[in-house]
């Protein structure tokens, strides 16, 4: 089975989103994505939504499996729980592919595809709130 992690804040739902989790969905057997904490997100004061309530929201849609906080701590962590076999990045998440491949491959042992998403950048949550 090839478990795909996915992660974001998934503050304001949109298009964008959908297409995000729709895209990663197809890429294994299961789909498991990690909802960052509010404790770590940095426009924590912009949230419409608590931690909890975004989990729920995200658990609701289709493609997804399974809708987790993330950890207090650092996405080590979280990446070693959730065993991934590919962690799939938002077309606009700042992350160098690289550098999450090593972290990866360091937190579980074993090979991991790191894929970019691309497609409807026009969506962004970031606008949205403006």
Known sequence: MTTV????TFDILHPGHLHYLQKSAQLGDK???????????KEKKGLHFNEEERREMVQALKPVDQAVLGSEGDIY?????TDPDIITLGYDQKH??????KMAEKATGHKVQVKRISGLENYSSSNIRN
Do not use: N, P, W
């Open 31 to 41: 789909l498991v994505v990690i909802i960052s904490r509010d404790s770590r997100v």
């Open 96 to 101: 160098d592919e690289k550098e999450v491949q």
């Open 5 to 8: 992690m996915a992660q974001g």
């Open 77 to 81: 962590t979280t990446v070693k729980e």
